[in-house]
């Protein structure tokens, strides 16, 4: 594919990569350094969204401690880190733990909690990377309506931003 881009013309990186989802096999993974990054080792890890898994800070210290970049896909998404004072996600953020946001939240497209949610981490400026959670064609539809709101506006002019290039094709 990356040769069919570059003989088309087309200026574009393309990396393969993968987004784990937190289960028994992912502090293995790590262990195993089994992991396929992107970048410069960056590792995208998802939870569950009902149930904090008991062993998120571990995996995360494993991940550190073997050169990994950790990135939590979507925090707005998981409803035990909605608590007051966002302690638990003041935590991951201070162990070294990148935020990816789902830009679909920033417009209500999950839930309207999810999206207060999402606007309190923009405030914060705890997202480091903006992702678009594109699954068919209605999510591209609501993708182009959630490149437009101020908060992803917001996002795109922040210093924190990583990708803030994402929509620049």
């Not at 939870?47 to 550190?64: C, D, G, R, S, Y």
């Not at 880190?81 to 935020?99: H, I, N, R, T």
């Not at 480091?128 to 709101?149: C, L, P, T």
């Amino acid at each position: 594919m990356k040769t069919v881009i570059k003989q088309a013309g087309i200026n574009l990186e393309l990396e393969a990569a993968a987004e784990y989802y937190f289960d028994e096999f992912f502090l293995k993974y790590i262990q195993e350094e089994k992991l396929l990054t992107f970048g410069d080792k960056y590792v995208l890890f998802e939870l569950p969204t009902i149930n904090k898994p008991q062993q998120v800070e571990e995996a995360v210290f494993e991940m550190i401690l073997k050169g990994y970049k950790p990135i939590l896909a979507h925090p707005e998404r998981y409803s035990y880190y909605q608590e007051p004072g966002l302690q638990s996600l003041e935590k991951l953020k201070s162990m070294g733990v990148l935020f990816q946001l789902n830009a679909l939240s920033l417009i209500g497209f999950y839930s309207p909690r999810v999206q207060k949610f999402a606007t309190q981490l923009v405030k914060n400026n705890w997202i480091d990377w903006v992702g678009s959670d594109m699954h068919n064609h209605r999510y591209f539809e609501a993708f182009k309506q959630a490149i437009q709101s101020d908060n992803y506006q917001k996002l795109c002019s922040s210093e924190n931003l990583l990708n803030n290039t994402l929509t620049e094709l």
